[in-house]
């Protein structure tokens, strides 16, 4: 299974609103990521965790909170959104560091629509 | 701090033409590299990657060399189909420092039949 699963597929909130944003995946893979990317752009980096442990915060705004409740699980936690955020948000799983050989595998995606 | 700069696009080119889309990296050590590709409306895939100097990575019909002299992994294929009509991301992990995936920026590819 190289799989890494995202839900929902598309989401369309308010900007008052708070939603959460899910992956899972069981590759055992000990570090997930999770990207934003604006139409027509490279992906760019939130966070990252590394053995359920936050390594890296890219200096996002305090309304994306991200959490690692276990090694599969990643969400991301919407509130007080900007129709700037709109966005397709990607979540993806790697071994981890200090793994030679080998790749981060990513999810089809959330869709995110902030209106 | 480490960049990975590839070939502007888009790119047009007729099925069954050869394809090199550039990619030059910046590391401070051995990074892995990647090409990733991304369908309309989907997520990343892998299409390929090298972990050392003078690795080739090959996936349908794709290849690109790592070439430490030139800080390069430029992707190649000898015969475009439509179906590849997608956009390439190049793109570079440090994996012994810490796990950021640093992207270039993308090249769009249109492959017309």
């Known amino acids: 299974d190289t799989e890494v699963t995202q839900t929902p597929k598309h989401l369309v909130m308010g900007m008052t609103n708070k939603k959460s944003l899910k992956c899972e995946q069981h590759m055992g893979h000990r570090a997930m990521y999770w990207y934003k990317q604006k139409a027509k752009k490279p992906p760019e980096l939130m966070f990252v965790y590394s053995y359920e442990k936050l390594s890296i915060n890219e200096s996002v705004p305090s309304r994306f909170s991200p959490e690692c409740p276990n090694s599969s699980l990643l969400n991301l936690h919407l509130h007080a959104l900007q129709p700037e955020d709109s966005a397709l948000y990607l979540c993806?799983?790697?071994?981890?560091?200090?793994?030679?050989?080998?790749?981060?595998?990513f999810g089809q995606g959330t869709r995110l629509t902030v209106v | 701090g480490d960049s990975v700069t590839q070939m502007e696009g888009p790119v047009t080119l007729s099925e069954e033409a050869f394809l090199t889309i550039n990619c030059t990296y910046t590391?401070?050590?051995?990074?892995?590299l990647f090409w990733y590709v991304q369908y309309p409306g989907e997520g990343l895939q892998l299409l390929l990657k090298?972990?050392?100097?003078?690795d080739k990575g090959s996936n349908k019909g794709f290849e690109a060399t790592y070439r430490k002299e030139t800080t390069s992994f430029h992707l190649e294929k000898g015969s475009v189909q439509v179906s590849d009509s997608a956009v390439y991301f190049c793109a570079l992990w440090e994996g012994d420092r810490d796990d950021k995936i640093i992207f270039g920026k993308g090249t769009r590819l249109h492959i017309l039949p």
């Open positions: 993806a799983s790697s071994p981890g560091q200090l793994r030679k050989n080998t790749e981060a595998f």
């Open positions: 090298a972990t050392k100097a003078d």
């Open positions: 590391a401070t050590g051995y990074p892995s």
